[in-house]
C-alpha cells in the first residue's frame, strides 16, 4: 500500500469551507489520505446560508476524468452535490469508464439551511442511474425517506428502507439517524452490510450550531478507509469516530452554522 492512498471526491464547492468539496478534501487530508477533486458545480455561501450556485460544463467534467485516469491511482471515490440529471449522468459515464475503486454515494439533497443542492427531476435519475454503482450509500434520515418514500419512524422501517435502498443497487447502506432535541443524548445510525449483516452504530450527541458538512466528512472518511484497504464496517466506524471528534471539539469560525473541526480527528489510527 502506498505511503498516502489517493481518494477522489466529485462534489460542488462550498465557498466558505465547511462543507461539499472542501470538507471532503479537509477530511482526506486528516485521514492521511491524499484527496483528487472532480468539480460539479460552486455554490456561493457563508455560515448563514447560500445564495448562489452554478453547475459546470459536462465537457469540462469528462476533462476532469479523463486527466486524473491518465496520471492518478485513485483507490475510493466518493460523489457529493449532483445538481441535475445532466450532471449525474456526466459521472456515471465516467465512472464505468475508469477505475477508481469502491464509490461512495452520499445522495446530497439538501443543505442545513434547507437550500436544495439536486432538482427534484433528478431524484429518479439519481435513483435508477447512480445508486446501483454505489458500494456505499449514506442518506441521512430525510434523503432515505425521500429515496424510499417511507416514513423513518422506528427502527423496522429504518431496516426497511435500507433493504429497499440495497434493492434499488447499493450494496452497504448506512443511513444516519435524525438529530432531534436537547434531550437526545445519542444519535444512532444503522448500517445493512452486503452480506445482510446488520449494525446500529451509536454515539452521543453534542449539542452544537457547528455542524456543516457533517454528512460530507462521514461520506469522505469512509471513502478515505476504503482508499486505505479498510473493509466497510471498520471504514464506517472509524468515518462516525471521526465526525464525532470533529462536531464535540467546537471550532468558532463563522457565525451561525460553522464548519466541524477536522483537526479534531486527525490523530487516531
Ligand atoms: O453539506 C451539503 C453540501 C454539499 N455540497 C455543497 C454544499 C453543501 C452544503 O452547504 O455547499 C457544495
Redesign the pocket.
Known amino acids: 500500500m502506498e505511503q498516502y492512498p489517493q481518494a477522489l471526491t466529485i462534489?460542488?464547492?462550498?465557498s466558505d469551507g465547511?462543507?461539499?468539496?472542501q470538507?471532503d478534501l479537509h477530511t482526506f487530508f486528516a485521514r492521511k489520505v491524499y484527496g483528487a477533486s472532480v468539480m460539479t458545480?460552486c455554490?456561493a455561501?457563508n455560515s448563514y446560508g447560500?445564495e448562489a450556485s452554478v453547475t459546470l460544463p459536462t465537457e469540462f467534467i469528462d476533462k476532469e476524468f479523463e486527466l486524473l485516469a491518465a496520471d492518478y491511482q485513485i483507490r475510493a471515490s466518493k460523489t457529493?452535490?449532483l445538481g441535475n440529471s445532466e450532471l449525474i449522468r456526466t459521472i456515471v459515464k465516467n465512472y464505468k469508464l475508469y477505475d477508481f475503486g469502491p464509490l461512495v454515494v452520499d445522495p446530497?439533497i439538501m443543505?442545513?439551511?434547507g437550500?436544495m443542492?439536486i432538482e427534484e427531476e433528478a431524484l429518479a435519475t439519481l435513483k435508477e442511474e447512480l445508486l446501483p454503482l454505489a458500494f456505499v450509500l449514506t442518506p441521512n434520515f430525510y434523503e432515505a425517506e425521500k429515496l424510499t418514500g417511507i416514513k423513518l419512524n422506528t427502527a423496522k422501517d429504518f431496516e426497511t428502507a435500507a433493504l429497499i435502498l440495497q434493492k434499488m443497487g447499493a450494496k452497504n447502506v448506512v443511513i444516519k439517524g435524525a438529530h432531534q432535541d436537547e434531550k437526545q443524548i445519542e444519535v444512532v445510525d444503522y448500517l445493512l452490510l452486503a452480506t445482510g449483516e446488520s449494525h446500529w452504530l451509536k454515539a452521543p450527541y453534542f449539542k452544537t450550531e457547528r455542524i456543516?458538512?457533517t454528512?460530507?466528512s462521514l461520506s469522505a472518511c469512509i471513502a478515505a478507509e476504503l482508499a486505505k484497504g479498510n473493509d466497510v464496517l471498520t471504514a464506517v466506524k472509524i468515518a462516525k469516530e471521526f465526525v464525532n471528534k470533529a462536531i464535540a471539539t467546537e471550532l468558532f469560525i463563522g457565525h451561525k452554522f460553522g464548519p466541524i473541526n477536522h483537526w479534531a480527528g486527525s490523530d487516531f489510527f
Not at 465547511?18 to 468539496?21: D, P, V, Y
Open positions: 462534489a460542488g464547492s462550498d465547511s462543507a461539499g468539496m470538507a458545480a455554490v455561501g447560500i457529493g452535490m446530497v443543505t442545513k439551511h437550500n443542492l456543516n458538512g454528512g460530507d
